[in-house]
């Protein structure tokens, strides 16, 4: 970011403050955007020694966008994480690591993580600081030498520039991960229509609006608004039968939490933004929302299947085409265009 | 004119959403800088002159062949509690905030105490070499199995022993195995057993006392640092409560449940003791 953003933020910073009187402890409502558009007093999980600032930002989406930090100096984070496709990348599952092997899950978008405490569609993960290690060392994904790395962000002059001012440090393993986890925190996705239309900005068509009470009726109690996820791990009846081995990566949490009960699960997604994000589900199996709807006709049976899943979703087909209306708007055109 | 209108208000609008986006990365980090509670203190360092070292030495034992206590190396053969044999081509733990205790009942934090306790096939021993220690006689330690749930849920601190990028981390887990063993094994039933044992989780974190025999005394006057020789009994992770039978438990990460909870109920009961104290 150059120097006009920041005195752009500072100046936005100023009015925000003298209009709301933001300058207390407490993470209060922002009038002008009604508290039903987004959850900011539920942020709490921004580490105290990795607070959001316009260097770290910079200086993480650099990082993200480098293909030098993987083995063979072809991969970046972004390449599985494009931004126009809100982070994504419009596969079932990847295999351009440097293994060249396939993955195991489809690559999540990645907005409104700030939100979220446990990453990775199993939820091993419990801060983006942690995350980041993990596609960065993997064989089959970045194959990074974390050593090298740092030697590298070292020797480069606008790297160590970059990170004395973020961090007030050389670069290293620990502001690595921070810096990137810092940039993933910073994209946020709240400007779709239906975002407009409940700041009255805006007004559902009729589909629209009878897509979102069938909405409300059937999908709301894992698909919470406005996250559109309820941020927990649930068996959505995709499959009969899991891995014959304990860590088998068809397992699905079990294999994080090690309890039973948790086979077969994995982390509600959002529903924000699927205009972007197909396909759909931990391995991208299903191609297009109507497929999704349609899987939702007949779901599998197995023991952890979520008991609001028992009969699957009865949906007809005049519901499934206004429940796509309404889901349509949940994609934030700006989010993928701005970054 | 009405193009040049719409274009107008198209590039407000567009500024209008980023400037929305500003607002809002504003808001938190305003909010977060109001919000900003100290930075972590250090411990305030003891860089006066009544300071002294010690190291302590952490040496590892398990019966062998024989059946007979012996230096645990890799790619050696040892009996379990169970009678199976087990060769280890990895043996590694993680031992953490350590705390000295005083005479007078204080206790000493020691920074950066995340130690990682690992055995070659020469070397059965880990020295943890520890300097600006205050002065002072000290009647026993207190230290931890594993990592604290901090540290072990945000694998973006590196201190000590901690390296995010060591087969110590978890792939698909947050944080460090805290027992990182792995093996082949032989018993009546199995001739070329392969066993991996990986233990961790925060639930899975103990802290323990340990007693010294006599005080540690540290001096600024020591002409070289005192040291503290400390026994792993491997034995102990392997039957102290719950006799671990190769054939059954051979494969224990973040699973099995039950079988992760029967390891973690001998490694509980401690296996250090202090073989002996050089002041």
């Given amino acids: 970011m150059k120097s006009t953003h920041i005195s752009h933020i500072i100046k936005l910073v100023f009015q925000l403050v003298i209009g709301i009187g933001l300058l207390s402890c407490q993470r209060k409502e922002v009038d002008n955007y ?27 989406k650099k990082l993200f966008f480098d293909k030098n930090l993987s083995s063979n100096q072809s991969i970046s984070c972004a390449s599985c994480h494009l931004p126009e496709k809100a982070f994504t990348d419009g596969t079932a599952l990847a295999s351009i690591g440097v293994s ?20 990775f569609w199993d ?27 740092v030697n590298y962000l070292i020797q480069d002059t606008e790297y160590s520039k970059l990170f004395q001012k973020a961090y007030k440090n050389q670069p290293n393993a620990s502001f690595l991960a921070k810096a990137i986890a810092t940039y993933e925190r910073s994209l946020m996705s709240f400007n779709s229509k239906y975002d407009r239309v409940k700041r009255g900005k805006d007004h559902f068509s009729p589909n629209e609006l009878s897509g979102e009470k069938i909405f ?22 995709l499959d009969t039968t899991f891995g014959s081995y304990f860590d088998n990566p068809l397992n699905g949490r079990y ?8 086979l077969g699960k994995y982390k509600t997604p959002s529903l924000r933004n699927l205009a972007y994000t197909s396909p759909y589900m931990h391995d991208g199996r299903l191609e297009k929302i109507t497929d999704v709807l349609d899987h939702y006709d007949m779901v599998k049976k197995s023991e952890s299947l979520d008991t609001l899943l028992t009969f699957g979703i009865e949906l007809t087909e005049k519901n499934k085409a206004d429940l796509i209306a309404f889901l349509n708007t949940l994609n934030d055109e700006n989010f993928v265009n701005e970054n | 004119m009405k193009n040049s209108f719409k274009m107008k208000t198209l590039k407000t609008l567009s500024n209008k959403m980023k400037t929305l986006k500003y607002l809002y990365i504003s808001l938190l980090a305003i909010t977060a800088i109001a919000c900003k509670k100290e930075d972590e203190e250090t411990a305030p360092s003891n860089d006066n002159d009544n300071a002294g070292s010690v190291n302590i030495m952490v040496q590892n034992a398990m019966n062998d062949g024989n059946n007979e206590m012996s230096d645990l190396l890799l790619y050696k053969q040892y009996t379990n509690v169970n009678g199976d044999f087990l060769t280890f081509s990895k043996f590694k733990y993680y031992i953490s905030n350590l705390q000295l205790i005083n005479e007078e009942g204080d206790t000493i934090d020691i920074e950066e105490s995340y130690h990682l306790i690992e055995v070659d096939s020469t070397s059965a021993s880990k020295t943890i070499s520890l300097s600006n220690i205050p002065s002072g006689n000290y009647s026993g330690a207190i230290y931890s199995i594993g990592i604290d749930s901090e540290a072990n849920l945000d694998e973006s601190i590196v201190e000590g022993d901690l390296d995010p990028s060591s087969d110590m981390t978890w792939n698909w887990q947050v944080g460090y195995k805290f ?71 051979n494969t224990v990460k973040v699973g099995p449940a039950d079988q992760v909870a029967d390891m973690v109920e001998n490694y509980e009961q401690g296996f250090f003791s202090v073989h002996h104290i050089d002041n």
């Fill in chain 1, 34 to 60: 009604s508290s039903a558009s987004f959850p900011f007093d539920t942020i709490t999980n921004i580490p105290n020694n990795n607070q959001l600032t316009a260097e770290r930002i910079a200086l993480g």
């Fill in chain 1, 100 to 119: 060249g092997k396939t993955l195991d899950r489809n690559a999540p978008p990645l907005f409104n993580l700030i939100f979220q405490n446990d990453f």
């Fill in chain 1, 123 to 149: 939820g091993g993960k419990a801060t983006l600081e942690s995350q980041v290690f993990g596609p960065l060392r993997n064989a089959d994904e970045m194959n990074a030498n974390i050593d090298s790395v």
């Fill in chain 1, 216 to 237: 409300n009726n059937k999908c709301k109690s894992c698909h919470t608004p406005p996250l559109f996820t309820d941020m927990k791990f649930h068996n959505n009846g």
């Fill in chain 1, 255 to 262: 294999r994080v939490s090690g309890n039973i009960e948790d």
């Fill in chain 2, 179 to 249: 027992f990182n063993m792995e093996g082949t094994y032989s018993t009546d039933e199995t001739t070329d057993g392969a066993f991996i044992y990986h233990l961790g989780k925060n639930e899975n974190y103990r802290t323990l006392f340990l007693d010294f025999p006599k005080s540690l005394v540290i001096s600024e006057d020591q002409i070289s640092p005192a040291m503290v020789h400390i026994m792993a009994d491997i034995n102990k992770l392997f039957g102290e409560v719950n006799v671990i039978d190769a054939d059954v438990y």
